[in-house]
């Protein structure tokens, strides 16, 4: 069975109208030059069309010798209006001074005649090859000795020591005060015998009291009684012979 094949020209796309192709009669945009213009202006240059196009130098504008060094301005001979001054000339009358000759042999000489002589520098050998040194800065040299403070305290140290001292005699002084304070006092023989009489007295009450007691001791409030009592007598005891053997009693000042 043959194909029946389409008709030339059927797929074609249909043709434009006049209007679209810019032809007399179509519209055209005031601003499509400017637009046209924009969208080649941010476009880079050697993006899809190559590198921009640059003029060649001419062949007259070759590089001379010299030519990038730099040239000083020429000089104005008048600026702002003003007229340079003239350069100074000096007069007939100057005469120049002229340099004196010196005889440097004579003043030499002069100068070591009259000058002081120089002083030996010490020197130590200790080789037999002659090899030598400084004796000054090597310290065998006796140099701190023969000055005029030599063994001198400096005064920061003198003044250090006073004030040492001095704080030391200070403290040694409240030391003495504290001691006073609270030295041991002596009672004299009318205080003494006042003191015996009333621990005589006391222990009278005491003694009276414990004579009253109860024979039997039955509770524990009255073994506490009694055992108070009777320690109280012996104390009191202790202190009346204390005060009786001694006849110079001392107390502290508390």
Aim: with cysteine; proline share 8%.
């Amino acid at each position: 069975m043959a194909t029946q094949s389409a008709p030339e020209g059927a797929c074609d796309p249909p043709p434009r109208p006049e209007a679209a192709l810019g032809c007399p009669g179509g519209y055209i945009s005031k601003l499509r030059e400017l637009v046209k213009h924009e969208g080649d202006k941010n476009k880079s240059q050697w993006k899809t069309m190559g590198p921009a196009k640059v003029a060649v130098p001419s062949p007259n504008d070759f590089l001379q010798k010299r030519s990038k060094e730099s040239k000083l301005a020429p000089k104005k001979k008048e600026e702002d209006g003003k007229k340079l001054l003239p350069l100074s000339v000096p007069p007939r009358t100057y005469h120049p001074v002229t340099r004196i000759k010196k005889n440097f042999i004579s003043k030499n000489a002069l100068a070591v005649m009259t000058g002081e002589p120089k002083k030996p520098r010490h020197f130590c050998v200790d080789t037999r090859q002659g090899d030598k040194y400084l004796l000054e800065p090597s310290g065998l040299f006796p140099k701190y000795i023969n000055k005029k403070n030599y063994g001198v305290l400096p005064k920061y140290v003198i003044q250090r020591n006073e004030e040492m001292k001095r704080e030391e005699e200070e403290y040694q002084a409240s030391v003495l005060e504290q001691l006073k304070k609270k030295a041991m006092k002596l009672l004299s023989e009318e205080e003494r015998t006042n003191i015996l009489k009333a621990l005589k007295k006391n222990w009278e009450e005491i003694n009276r009291a414990y004579q009253s007691l109860p024979i039997v001791t039955d509770t524990r409030y009255k073994q506490m009684h009694k055992e108070e009592l009777e320690l109280k007598l012996k104390q009191l005891e202790h202190d009346i012979a204390a005060i009786e053997k001694h006849k110079c009693v001392y107390i502290a000042n508390i």
